[in-house]
């Protein structure tokens, strides 16, 4: 009988349990979202003029130049802090990334898709995935749906965008330029320098090394948040976190903890003490118990939101998170014509150049002005060759490549780019129906010259070969008939006329007694 009396009380605790943990009891790590921080109420309309959509023009924003390129660069600085603010201890951190080019992202919520997915996650579970040093926090979100509000560029990737209502931007360009004010639907979308990096706060606080405040509450637009007083957002202390950038064009993260009305800072004080911490621009992000600060992918802040069990604080799953990071190429893939190294792009061949190996160079010539930069070399115009394009065609050539030859009458040079026998850089060329007659008489006089006396050489070389050849054949004639006949042998006689001396001293003569 013990058994089934046993039984009862055990039933009743496991189904206790059931619905303690499907109620989300034991799940002690989740925020229950209970310190809410947003500058609209739901009930409250704001003029028509707050929330007009800008699709076009140039509207108040400041543009700082990216920062010298500054060969390894150190790791983010992190400084904690503990200030008086109205009497009250506040801590919190202050971070310094140089580079924010390669250095600084805005993540979806969970990764790539988060926004489009709708997610939320953990400031830790976002900066884990993407191996971040230091990550906070970023822009505002629907707190029932999970919507990405504003404008958010993630990565090049535009994933959230605001329609051109208007709330405080802070955004880098493709080049490093860092922008932070409000822009139009039209500059988002620029192509020329495009953002790499961009997300909507709530509340220009620093503009050009002023506070802003007060003209930010004359514009921001209630469309992007559901409920809270705008006055009291602004005014009541709380947890804070902020993004801008200092003198150097330095990247500045701040975050303070607090708890709605009870501790923390208003935006006023986060604004000063921001400018006496050297920042030029900056706007205020979501706070509250959506103010996480993460160092290593380590939580590093006191939350406000109480988890299931109100004994614990839990951090809450928010929207974008704003990371700093190792430094990273930009684009990741170097434009694809080059490899990633150490957070610097190593362009590949010889002519691809810049920080992003999407400038073709081809020398300081540049192919001269007479050809195109391409990723083999210079492609020369028309009309022109060598390795940078300076060279004009050689003469009696032309064409791409100077690889035609010219066709020209009387040998005479053509137009390097087209050929053209009428017209030439060098010489002009004549066409046959331009010459004139005395031109052409004086053509047909030397061509006819020119046949007459190869006939009359040919015909002295006939007639002297003629003559050579009877002259041997009567010479062989005389000698063969010399050969048939008698020899007769004339005696020579001396040059004075004397007689020989076989002559005279002949047989028979007497002696001369008066010869010496």
């Given at each position: ?29 989740v925020s229950r979202d209970d310190d809410l921080l947003l500058p609209y109420p739901r009930a409250r309309l704001r003029p028509a003029r707050d929330c007009t959509r800008v699709h076009t023009g140039s509207l108040k924003h400041e543009s700082w130049p990216p920062p010298a390129a500054a060969p390894g660069a150190g790791p983010p ?121 961009l997300l909507s706060g709530v509340v220009w606080l620093i503009r050009n090394g002023s506070v802003y405040i007060n003209e930010s509450q004359a514009t921001e637009c209630d469309e992007t948040q559901e409920t809270g007083s705008f006055s009291k957002f602004v005014n009541v202390m709380s947890a804070r976190t902020a993004v801008g ?195 052409g008489e004086l053509s047909f006089f030397s061509r006819t010259t020119w046949l007459a006396l190869t006939l009359t050489l040919v015909f002295l070389l006939l007639l002297s070969t003629a003559a050579n050849i009877s002259l041997l054949l009567s010479s062989r004639a005389e000698r063969n008939r010399h050969l048939d006949g008698d ?30």
């Amino acid at each position: 009988m013990a058994a089934p009396s046993g039984r009862g009380p055990l039933f009743l605790i496991a189904l206790l349990g059931f619905l303690w943990e499907a109620s989300g009891g034991m799940g002690e790590g989740v925020s229950r979202d209970d310190d809410l921080l947003l500058p609209y109420p739901r009930a409250r309309l704001r003029p028509a003029r707050d929330c007009t959509r800008v699709h076009t023009g140039s509207l108040k924003h400041e543009s700082w130049p990216p920062p010298a390129a500054a060969p390894g660069a150190g790791p983010p600085v992190v400084r904690t802090f503990v200030s008086h603010f109205g009497g009250l201890a506040v801590s919190g951190h202050l971070t310094r990334a140089a580079e924010p080019l390669r250095t600084f992202s805005v993540l979806e919520p969970g990764g790539p898709g988060g926004c489009s997915q709708k997610r939320r996650a953990t400031v830790e579970e976002t900066a884990r995935a993407a191996s971040c040093r230091v990550a906070q926090n970023g822009g505002f979100f629907r707190m029932n749906t999970g919507e990405c509000l504003g404008n958010v560029v993630s990565d090049g990737r535009r994933v959230s965008s605001s329609g051109g209502l208007q709330n405080a931007q802070f955004g880098i360009r493709r080049d490093g330029t860092l922008v932070t004010g409000y822009l139009s639907e039209e500059e988002v979308l620029d192509t020329e320098n495009p953002f790499v990096q961009l997300l909507s706060g709530v509340v220009w606080l620093i503009r050009n090394g002023s506070v802003y405040i007060n003209e930010s509450q004359a514009t921001e637009c209630d469309e992007t948040q559901e409920t809270g007083s705008f006055s009291k957002f602004v005014n009541v202390m709380s947890a804070r976190t902020a993004v801008g950038h200092d003198h150097d064009g330095q990247l500045v993260l701040f975050h303070a903890d607090g708890q709605t009305e009870q501790r923390g800072i208003n935006l006023w004080e986060m604004a000063e003490f921001l400018l006496r911490q050297g920042v030029v621009n900056a706007i205020n992000l979501d706070g509250g118990g959506s103010a996480t600060f993460v160092l290593n992918g380590t939580l590093a802040s006191y939350p406000s939101d109480h988890c299931q069990d109100n004994m614990w604080r839990c951090p809450r799953r928010v929207s974008t998170v704003v990371c700093v990071h190792e430094p990273r190429c930009q684009p990741p893939d170097c434009s694809g014509h080059g490899t990633c190294v150490e957070g610097h792009c190593k362009c590949e061949g010889h002519f691809w150049r810049g920080a992003a190996c999407s400038e073709l160079d081809c020398g300081p010539a540049n192919c001269s002005g007479h050809g195109l930069c391409t990723e083999a070399g210079c492609h020369c115009d028309t009309g022109w060759m060598g390795s940078n394009c300076s060279k004009e065609c050689p003469l009696g050539w032309y064409g791409p490549g100077c690889q035609r030859s010219c066709q020209c009458e009387h040998q005479c040079p053509c137009d390097p780019q087209t050929g053209n026998c009428s017209i030439s850089g060098v010489k002009q060329c004549l066409q046959p129906s331009e010459v004139t007659p005395r031109a052409g008489e004086l053509s047909f006089f030397s061509r006819t010259t020119w046949l007459a006396l190869t006939l009359t050489l040919v015909f002295l070389l006939l007639l002297s070969t003629a003559a050579n050849i009877s002259l041997l054949l009567s010479s062989r004639a005389e000698r063969n008939r010399h050969l048939d006949g008698d020899y007769v042998y004339h005696p020579l006689q001396e040059m004075n006329g004397e007689l020989l001396a076989t002559e005279k001293e002949q047989p028979g003569d007497t002696h001369n007694p008066f010869k010496d």
